[in-house]
């Protein structure tokens, strides 16, 4: 199991995880990552997300991989 940390930033804005999650393996981080970003576009409001992106890091500080939350919204119409 490792601890990794869900980073959220923007180019006006960061948003850090400062207590993480522990997962089993990089697919969980992944089903994780997708489970962040929802909540956050779900989030009533009238926030653009689509410039946003969830960085997902190992308690070293170092970057595993990256989400743009726009992989989840898709294009606007």
């Given at each position: 199991m490792a601890q990794i940390y869900f980073h959220c930033s923007s180019a006006e804005q960061?948003?850090?995880?400062?207590?993480?999650?522990?997962?089993?393996?990089l697919t969980n981080a992944c089903e994780r990552?997708?489970?962040?970003?929802?909540r956050f576009i779900s989030t009533p409001?009238?926030?653009?997300?689509?410039?946003?992106i969830l960085h997902v890091s190992d308690g070293d500080g170092e970057e595993i991989f990256e989400m743009p939350f726009s992989s989840l919204l898709g294009?606007?119409?």
């Open positions: 960061v948003l850090l995880d400062p207590c993480g999650s522990d997962v089993e393996d990552a997708v489970g962040v970003v929802q409001g009238l926030e653009d997300w689509r410039d946003w294009r606007p119409h």
